[in-house]
């Protein structure tokens, strides 16, 4: 088999049949895509996230359920309901209603994967009928055969080695016959529970099985063109960029851009697959490809911008010209699986930044914290990300980004760490509008 093609579709793009019917469509268009890769149909998700809290009475729980097979049967409707896929969905909902029964009762999270994961098993049931109505040669396949995992649920970690041992065995030879649709976001954990990847998985799963695959190519094909040089919600000026690397779009990313989830590229960076992004409703607009280099390497690529952060100042005079106090609090924060994002220091204090940090900042943190330190939490931040290359090589970069904003209190700046990255914190109620004024005084067009 040639390297094969991997499309990842989300949940826009298979929303509803004639969603779907463009995704197959793109496919039909693509003899070499060899594996489709799905989320749940939009919408599904949330439904499910919502019955796995578990803190939803009866009638609240019967709406959503309602909700959720209304959104299976219209598209059911579309296929003219063949028989044994309509029974297949029947059995897949009333599945879902004994599980959020159960942890309306008592929640888990192992309870709350296999809830959640029942999305991506209905789109993916639903889209191989409609393929085959089309004429395509297309199976089913469940990702768990070979999205082996820890079995840390809610955000379980893929083992790469069993993940392409798996797929060499079980996958590929599929492929190589005919196209496998398979689902996103969703594994199995060694002793064969459920798990996901976190929300935004789907386009991680897609760049572990292009991996595993020796893909070609990894298509992540969703609502938008590409990748913007900042979100044309917040700047309408904002402009497709036709070709990124590695390093900028991981940043990107990284810092609050929508369209990749954070960890999609670092199986493509490992095996310097390149990455489409495009819009399933245009595939005719065109999109972004992600690649190790680009001949075009602009001082200023894209603005992004990540809200709901939180800045964590410690303070203590033990740091002064004292050891092992960094390593204490990274210790503690390790412990509790807290991940931070931008650090600065200064002789007695240190500031850190943590993404939603007020729901991972428990009282348990902060009292181990406290023990060893002063501690100040502040909330309602934005952190503004500027994207490019070389930027700490070249004189006046800070001097501009500083103009741009001159009116606005900037409470926190991370620069030079990284050539690719320029980092500050607002408040949020001023995030829009530096997002704009960045973007027109840096990415004109």
């Known amino acids: 088999m040639n390297q094969p093609v991997v499309a990842k579709f989300g949940g826009t793009s298979v929303a509803d049949a004639d969603a779907m019917s463009r995704c197959a469509a793109i496919l039909e268009n693509n003899t070499g895509t060899r594996l489709a890769v799905l989320s749940a149909s939009s919408g599904v998700t949330n439904l499910l996230v919502a019955l796995a809290s578990g803190s939803h009475g009866p009638e609240a729980r019967t709406d959503m359920l309602q909700q959720l097979s209304a959104i ?141 695959l020796n893909a070609a190519a990894v298509e992540i094909w969703t609502d938008v063109p590409g990748i913007y040089t900042t979100d044309p919600r917040l700047v309408s000026e904002a402009r497709a960029i036709p070709e990124i690397s590695f390093s900028e779009a991981s940043e990107m990313a990284t810092f609050g851009a929508k369209v990749l989830h954070p960890a999609t590229l670092q199986p493509a960076v490992r095996c310097q697959i390149p990455v489409f992004v495009g819009s399933s409703r245009a595939p005719e607009e065109g999109g972004t490809w992600i690649r190790n ?74 009292d181990e914290l406290a023990k060893h330190c002063h501690l100040k939490v502040e909330e309602g931040l934005a952190l503004v990300a500027l994207i490019g290359n070389r930027m700490s090589e070249a004189g006046g970069t800070a001097s501009r980004v500083f103009q741009a904003v001159n009116e606005v209190n900037i409470r926190m700046i991370c620069y030079g760490a990284s050539p690719h990255n320029f980092c500050f914190l607002v408040d949020e109620a001023n995030a829009n509008q530096v997002i704009a004024d960045l973007h027109q005084e840096l990415l004109p067009a």
């Open 293 to 366: 280099t680009t001949p075009s390497q602009p001082l200023f690529r894209a603005l992004a911008l990540r809200r709901n952060q939180v800045l964590l100042t410690l303070t203590s005079q033990s740091m002064f010209q004292a050891h092992g106090f960094l390593a204490e609090v990274f210790g503690i924060l390790a412990k509790h699986k807290i991940s931070v994002d931008l650090i600065t220091t200064s002789e007695i204090s240190v500031s850190l930044t943590l993404d939603a940090g007020a729901e991972l900042l428990t009282q348990e943190v902060q």
């Open 72 to 212: 299976q049967h219209r598209i059911l409707d579309s296929l003219e309901r063949p028989e044994m896929l309509t029974r297949h969905i029947e059995d897949i909902l009333n599945h879902i209603k004994e599980l959020a029964d159960g942890a309306a009762i008592s929640p888990t999270k192992a309870i709350g994967d296999e809830i959640v994961a029942q999305g991506e098993l209905m789109s993916t049931r639903l889209f191989v009928e409609l393929l085959r109505r089309r004429g395509t040669d297309a199976v089913w396949f469940d990702v768990r055969k070979v999205m082996r995992t820890d079995d840390r649920f809610g955000r379980a970690a893929p083992d790469l080695a069993t993940l392409k041992a798996e797929v060499e065995k079980e996958l590929k030879p599929l492929c190589a016959k005919q196209l496998v649709v398979t689902q996103g976001f969703i594994g199995a954990a060694p002793d064969g529970r459920t798990t996901t990847l976190g929300r935004g998985g789907s386009d991680y799963s897609a760049a572990l099985l292009g991996e595993a």
